[in-house]
């Protein structure tokens, strides 16, 4: 089986051009594309940026099993405090500018991940975890006066 057919059944739109593709279909061909030279670490920077819910979950799904696939090193840049619980192994938190590593929470979540998963009483501890540490980095940002540069 070929790598487009493991990642999302991307075989079947293999001919179409990227405006008939969906924005899901979209960011799995570019995730893909990255793939396709087997690197030793894959860096995603927000990429399900500006997706609706439903779309984002499938594309978590699709992701997870890619990495089940290609057990890849992902490292995956997001503001969304959910997604990188539910995908990681470790979240590194950062500090407000200059940016640093505040804290690394260990997610220690089984595999495979389901949604489902995320009502759990460790994933929710993870969260909270994650939500103090972003939370104090937002206070101190806020006392300084700092502002978010595009």
Do not use: W
Not at 46 to 58: C, H, I, L
Not at 77 to 84: F, R, S, V
């Amino acid at each position: 089986m070929d790598l487009l057919a493991k990642c999302g059944g991307l075989d079947k739109v293999a001919a179409c051009y990227p405006p008939q593709l969906s924005s899901g279909m979209q960011r799995r061909v570019e995730i893909v594309r990255a793939l396709i030279n087997e690197p030793k670490i894959l860096l995603l920077d927000e990429p399900f940026r500006a997706m609706d819910t439903v779309s984002k979950t499938v594309m978590h799904q699709h992701l997870l099993e890619m990495y089940r696939v290609c057990r890849k090193t992902i490292v995956f840049i997001t503001h969304d405090l959910e997604e990188a619980i539910y995908l990681a192994d470790k979240v590194v938190v950062m500090t407000s500018r200059p940016g640093t590593i505040k804290s690394i929470i260990h997610v220690n979540l089984p595999r495979p991940r389901t949604p489902n998963m995320m009502l759990s009483a460790e994933y929710l501890a993870l969260k909270a975890q994650a939500i103090a540490g972003v939370h104090e980095e937002a206070k101190k940002a806020f006392e300084r006066g700092e502002r978010e540069h595009a």
